[in-house]
């Protein structure tokens, strides 16, 4: 009986606190970094777009990588959106009033993942977004995805900005297997 006790006791501990290390196999983040361009400008206070290539998911391979595959998918979830300017060298992000990042697929409604509603005027060449607790794995799957910035400007800009957008998602699957 108390041999019993010992192992009921083991698998109990074993279980409550196994299953987190278990989880953490399985989760994993995956980044993305793609360049826009934001075109000078003579109009301020008007709303415009800015589009990415089409971004190549390689997601495949990702899965392959961390030991699952796309059907073994649970959660895909936009964790840190960081907009970066790489120039201008003297470009800053004062001309944004406000920025609002989409995501799109193929067969899938465009969705906001990411925003800024106030960007102070300070000379930052970083701003990092506030994201959505949206499941974005519909879209990561995919081949392809683009993203769509809208944006307002309060200044006039008279060079093109590249502007870097690093996305950073984590993903929640299950192990190969289990």
Known sequence: MKYFKIVTSFLLFTLLFGCDK???LTQ???VYNEEVVIESSTVIDLPFNAFTPEISSNTESKFENNNT????????ELTKMTLNIDSPDHGNFD???AIEIYISAENEEEVL?????IIHEDGST???LDTSNDDLQNYLKKDEFSLRLATVTDQ?????HKINVRSEFFVDARLLGL
């Open 69 to 76: 595959a796309k059907d073994l998918i649970e959660y895909i």
């Open 126 to 128: 970083v701003i990092e």
């Open 95 to 97: 001309f944004l009033n």
């Open 113 to 117: 993942i990411a925003w800024k509603d």
């Open 28 to 30: 994993f983040t995956i």
């Open 156 to 160: 006039i800009i008279t060079s093109d």
């Open 22 to 24: 278990i989880d953490e």
